[in-house]
């Protein structure tokens, strides 16, 4: 069994705020019961769910909370036995950060059917930067879209770390990937993981994605929000698929909806939300697998330590990040 200590470092935000409102302290690590496991945290990405959450956005969060939607680390204890100590695995999902405590920290406990266990010799900071990323991406191509073979996927958003992993994704999976960013800086970031069209997103998108295809994309992707959506819905076909997954736009819901004005004729319009569930061991393993073979990359733009979480926090924010930001505890 690992060697644990009685305390531990943590990022705790005592009530909504800006970034400086996340705090490191000292905690008790944390005791798990049946049906829980203790992980020490090597690595945990960040997630704009987070910074909802930190904004005061985010509904059934009690304070003061260690933030942190997911983690990724090595088990320590594990009283019902399903993991073994010492297993790697993947934490996610189901209340982390919001109504128990988190991935911020050095140790987390979180039921064991949050986890997903992996083997991988890649670098924490590479394996920290999947787990969220890839279940978003994978469901909301699989569950949102049943995306296939052969078609085409417009995804708005596309230099956020989901819209990449997506691009890869979609790439690996046969698709026509057409993908948007604000920033003609951005373009080759998109274009060097496999993006056949990166667009300049000028507010029309749907005019650039009909040029290319003038009946529209198979599939898309919305991952700023609903200022966007109505332009997405625009660029995709008759029974095409538009799947509402992310909202970098931190807005969150249409005003005033009327479906027979809102939605183009025949447009297919789905939602992803996931859970670690959607997460298969052996997608993640795969993929994991993938990236060391150098088949698949990882979009990661900066790494922080557990004392830059405010830094982290602000970049997040400010959307300096092409790719994911990850902290090493």
Known sequence: MAETSDSMRAAVLDAPGPPEALQIRELPVPVPEPGQVLIKVKAFGLNRSELHTRLGLAEGVTFPRVLGIE??????????GELDPGTQVAALMGGMGRTFDGGYAEYTCVPVRQ???FASDLDWATV????????????SLTIGLDAQSGQ???????TSSIGMVTAVLARRLGMTVL?????????????????????VDDGDVA????RLMPDGVDAALELIGTPTLPDTLRATRVHGVVCFTGMLSNQWTVRDFYPIEYLPRGVRLTAYGGDASDLPPAVLQEFLDAVAAGQARVPIHRTYRLDEIVEAHADMEAGRATGKL????
């Open 207 to 210: 005019a650039q994605v009909r």
């Open 115 to 117: 986890t997903v266990p």
């Open 179 to 199: 993908s948007t960013t604000r920033d003609p800086a951005r373009v080759d970031a998109l274009t060097d993981i496999g993006v056949q069209h990166p667009l």
């Open 326 to 329: 990850v902290v090493l505890p």
């Open 128 to 139: 920290g930067a999947v787990p969220e990323m890839l279940q978003t991406s994978y469901g």
């Open 71 to 80: 983690a990724t680390g090595v088990v320590v204890q594990c009283p019902g």
């Open 152 to 158: 085409s996927i417009l995804i708005r958003g596309g």
